[in-house]
């Protein structure tokens, strides 16, 4: 099956290096990239890229070394991205909203000696520098922080070598390019090792889903620092020069203004952000762009919410394109033109994957019927390889030779695919992964909470939001308010509960086990306090 890229077939593999040298042969002086106003072209892309990687080889960085980077959407965070894939370095992007001890875990575990960071984000670093002992070098990124570093602190100029020549480093397509950090339930969180070659083959099956052409214009206000945004946006579109405009971050009242500036004709949103637009006003932005937009993708997008996009916006095209998750995407996957049906979530990949539905003892089990979905690979480098540093961790899921998502879904008769629910308590909200065992050990660093457990409840947007069941401790006296204060100044954001509830003692099995599943049934109970409720509002920083 041949692409529409120069050169390349499906059955080849690719490197992330080789897509942006292709593409600067191809397109050369071309727009690729637009954030707010300041425009790139793709010989612009690779400038930068090469002098930003020249001055990361000045640090000392080689090849399989990581990188942290801890970066807002900007052009200088696809530009340091694509550096550190020039060295064969493993670029390591972690949320901007880590604070913390879920900072100086996923900093320290990656093991890196150069951060690279945001200036405020850098004085966050600084605060845990003790606790890094491999960290020597500290790269900020605008103006110099007030802050105590004894070690290597640099601005981001500091950084930009004069050389603009290429590093010269040979890279393989199965080389580690990335690690990205997903949450756990019962640990902390482990970062997947991806492959530049699982990087390219996810950006091109977004390409078989999408079918973008070169004057495609994709707006997004996605994170860099996922895996989504930097494979099936930025290096998609790279792919057939298509144009990517980067959004900082998301927000409703900017969204239709930005599309009208843009002349983006398709946007790739994620979880609630599509029923949060299609719920919102008009303004006279949205009515002028009426019909501007050809699609939209994105992850869940119910079918009544699809429907409205299409009626109130005149959006043709309005897919969730495929399952997937970071150690292995996509699993199902719905080709451009190919009709879905409702509830599901593209046809089985038989092009890159072997994907089945078994039951407990990994019999495999027939169409229509709930089980668990197991994956492995039928090419080389399409799939994570493993837990970093965690070997153990990784042999757990691969039991038997598949990797067992412990997610539950079905196949139809015709093999469209259906996400049913999760096998594990598990924890993901507004598009954030989140370590349910990071939750509760921050709580418990609190003097009043004796016990702590950290779970999903449905929210009205159709997904989760998290709640913890506490009980506090003999002659302790805390409002929930106070508490979700506290929370939100030791981690991030997106992981501070919506909702808290006090109990006497948790549920527990005969040896003590918390039943998670009976508090996520339960649900918002009449004692439980709600965050967004109460009016508390929390800074998204």
């Not at 709930?370 to 080389?380: D, N, Q, S």
Request: hydrophobic share 40%; with cysteine.
């Amino acid at each position: 099956m041949a692409t529409r890229e120069t050169g390349w077939s499906s059955d080849q593999v690719d490197t992330i290096n080789a897509v942006l040298q292709r593409a600067v042969q191809k397109y050369g002086d071309r727009q690729f990239l637009d954030v707010l106003g300041d425009t790139y072209s793709f010989i612009d892309i690779n400038h930068a890229a090469c002098r930003l990687a020249n001055g990361l080889k000045k640090l000392g960085v080689t090849k399989g070394q990581t990188v942290v980077t801890l970066l807002d959407n900007s052009a200088d965070a696809a530009f340091i991205w694509f550096a550190i894939n020039k060295l064969g370095a493993v670029s390591v992007p972690v949320n901007t909203a880590l604070k913390g001890e879920f900072l100086r875990h996923q900093v320290g575990d990656a093991g890196a000696a150069v951060v690279i960071a945001e200036s405020d984000y850098a004085e966050r670093v600084a605060s845990i520098a003790d606790k890094l002992p491999k960290l020597t070098t500290l790269v900020h990124r605008g103006k110099t922080p007030d802050l105590v570093f004894e070690q290597r602190l640099l601005g981001w100029e500091d950084l930009l070598s004069d050389d603009s020549s290429e590093p010269g480093v040979e890279i393989l397509p199965s080389d580690l390019a990335m690690l990205i950090y997903t949450g756990g339930t019962t640990g902390p969180s482990k970062g997947c090792m991806v492959s530049h070659n699982y990087t390219c083959s996810l950006a091109r099956q977004m390409l078989i889903i999408t079918n973008r052409q070169e004057d495609t214009i994709t707006w997004t206000p996605l994170p860099l620092f996922h895996l989504n945004a930097v494979s099936t946006t930025l290096l998609a579109n790279m792919m057939v020069g298509a144009q990517v405009a980067i959004y900082p971050r998301f927000s409703v009242s900017n969204f239709w203004p930005e599309i009208e500036r843009t002349g983006a004709n398709e946007v790739q949103l994620l979880a609630a952000m599509m029923p949060m637009l299609a719920g919102a006003p008009d303004n006279e932005f949205s009515l002028r762009c009426h019909g501007q937009l050809k699609a939209v993708w994105g992850a869940p997008f119910p079918e009544a919410v699809q429907d409205k996009w299409k009626q109130r916006f005149g959006v043709i095209h309005t897919v969730c394109g495929g399952f997937g998750l970071t150690e292995c995407s996509l699993p199902s996957i719905l080709p451009f033109g190919t009709v879905g049906k409702p509830g599901s979530s593209g046809l089985r990949n038989t092009e890159d994957f072997d994907v089945r539905i078994v039951d407990d003892n990994d019999i495999e089990q027939p169409a229509n019927t709930a089980g668990e979905i197991i994956v492995r690979p039928r090419k080389p480098s399409v799939m994570f390889d493993g837990y970093w540093q965690r070997p153990e961790d990784t042999l757990k899921v691969m039991r038997n030779m598949w990797f067992h998502t412990g997610d539950i879904g079905m196949f139809d008769e015709d093999d469209y695919f259906y996400f049913l629910d999760r096998k594990k308590d598990y924890l993901r909200r507004r598009g954030e992964n989140i370590s349910s065992f990071e939750v509760e050990s921050a709580f418990l660093q609190h003097a009043a909470v004796d016990e702590v457990a950290a779970h999903a409840v449905l929210s009205d947007l159709g997904e989760d939001e998290l709640k913890v069941t506490i009980t506090l401790k003999p002659g302790s006296s805390l409002s929930e308010e106070e508490l979700c204060r506290w929370a939100a100044d030791q981690m991030p954001y997106y992981a501070v509960p919506r909702y808290i509830e006090y109990r006497e003692a948790l549920p527990k099995s005969p040896l003590g086990r918390v039943y998670k599943f009976q508090l996520r049934d339960e649900g918002v109970t009449v004692t439980t306090w709600d965050r967004e409720k109460s009016g508390l509002i929390l800074a998204k920083r």
